[in-house]
């Protein structure tokens, strides 16, 4: 994270960075594009005639998500052509992923894809109104769009998301069981246990983005996702050895996940998506390095919506 310049009203930013970096996260699916867009903003507020501002964090916030739709505007055409699967930059969230992000569902994995398929203007306003609470007046502000453009765009947002999240998804503890059972059987090997915890048409997403070799295509079915994953401590991955290989139980983003690491650098990241008997319904596999440096920083981030 870069040092912020000296200047008699940082502490006021500093006091909502956190929340500026949650807002920016969720509209980008990327912490490194997050961070710049928290960096411009504090440009902008140092230049900023402060005395004209009643409320330093609706100022705050409105011009974090004016740069960040600005930048995700910017960033669609490269998210068009990427290679394979597009899926979100991980963020390590401590360790009771509960106690740290108040809202989880809202920075899952699976949420954040789903975010990806909204034009800019919707996701922004789905948000700001579903996530942070703001109203159809403040989020009008903040995006520069009329109430009404608004109220349709959250409209639209709520139904494309409704339709694409599952309602009803396993309590908390029982994700975790499932992401202890599924690392303990992954590492040792054991198809039949991996076969037991996942969903018949289970689907794996990998994401390496053209660096390195992944799946270009989601692997669907239950026995060919436990077989790519029981390969895990038999095969040379990314260059690195089976016994070089080591796997760690971590909170990403608001729930359960594992990294895997090699000598001096993290390889890969999984996540999960889980149905309500606590079955896998999907699994999210980053390997693309270039996504792997805020999990790599080993930051824990407070994505807290208050």
């Known amino acids: 994270m870069t040092d912020l310049p000296a200047h008699p009203d940082q502490q006021v930013f500093h006091e909502h960075r956190r929340l500026l970096f949650s807002v920016a996260y969720r509209l980008l699916g990327s912490a490194a594009d997050a961070e710049d867009a928290v960096q ?156 037991e915890l996942l969903s018949p048409d289970v689907t794996l997403w990998t994401d390496g983005g053209g660096k390195v070799r992944q799946a270009l295509r989601p692997v669907v079915g239950a026995a060919t996702v436990a077989t790519w994953f029981a390969a895990i401590g038999t095969v040379t991955y990314q260059g690195v050895e089976p016994a070089d290989m080591k796997a760690e139980l971590v909170g990403i983003n608001g729930g359960p996940g594992i990294v895997f690491s090699g000598p001096e650098r993290v390889i890969a990241t999984v996540t999960f998506d889980f149905d309500a008997d606590g079955r896998i319904t999907a699994i999210h596999n980053v390997a693309n390095p270039d996504k792997l440096q805020a999990v790599a920083d080993g930051t824990a981030h407070d994505l807290g919506t208050r």
């Open 40 to 195: 411009d903003a504090w440009i902008k507020w140092s230049a900023a005639d402060r005395s004209q501002v009643a409320d330093p964090k609706a100022y705050l916030t409105r011009i974090v998500s004016n740069l960040a739709l600005e930048r995700l505007r910017s960033t669609r055409h490269k998210r068009e052509t990427y290679v394979g699967p597009w899926l979100p930059e991980p963020v390590l969230t401590g360790g009771d992923a509960s106690e740290v992000v108040t809202d989880a569902e809202s920075v899952s994995m699976a949420m954040l894809v789903v975010l990806e398929t909204l034009s800019p203007l919707e996701r922004a306003v789905f948000v700001l109104k579903e996530v942070f609470d703001f109203s159809h007046a403040e989020i009008a502000e903040a995006v520069e769009r009329s109430e009404v453009a608004v109220r349709q765009a959250a409209h639209r947002a709520r139904e494309h998301v409704r339709a694409r999240r599952p309602r009803f998804a396993a309590d908390r503890s029982r994700q975790r069981e499932a992401t202890e059972r599924f690392f303990a059987a992954a590492t040792g090997g054991d198809v039949n246990a991996l076969m």
